[in-house]
């Protein structure tokens, strides 16, 4: 088998793994929603790494408050990472791409407010540990 055709079935294999539990999650028996936990029932470590290792998307570890290059609308924008980009990218995944992976589709999700909110709060927190 080709190099090709191992690359198109691992990226197949990717994508559907990609926020495949999402819907079916357990949420904490204690009513709690933690932004660790989302992102590990709801798949996001399956695409976005927190140790600096670019995956199917962008690594999520070294993001906050840097300056980067999105493609929206087919044009080249440079954007800050802060809480209303991070919010953005999870609420409507397919408004911008960062540059590199703008040929590659996140799952829509179907996280409530308050879940979008710990699951930024927590990427920020990853980002504050490792400065």
Request: hydrophobic content about 30%; proline content about 5%.
């Amino acid at each position: 088998m080709g190099r090709f055709m191992l690359y198109l079935l691992f990226m197949g294999a990717l994508l559907r793994g990609c926020g495949e539990n999402r819907m079916d999650s357990p949420k904490p028996g204690n009513g709690e929603i933690t932004g660790s936990r989302l992102f590990s029932d709801y798949g996001c470590a399956k695409c976005h790494s927190l140790e600096g290792e670019a995956l199917y998307g962008p690594p999520l570890d070294e993001v906050w408050q840097k300056m980067i290059q999105v493609t929206r609308d087919d044009r080249k924008l440079d954007m800050k990472v802060d809480r209303k980009y991070l919010i953005r990218s999870i609420e409507d995944p397919g408004y911008e791409k960062a540059s590199g992976f703008e040929g590659r589709t996140m799952p829509e999700t179907s996280l409530t407010s308050r879940e979008t909110k710990a699951l930024v709060d927590y990427i920020i927190s990853v980002n504050e540990a490792n400065p």
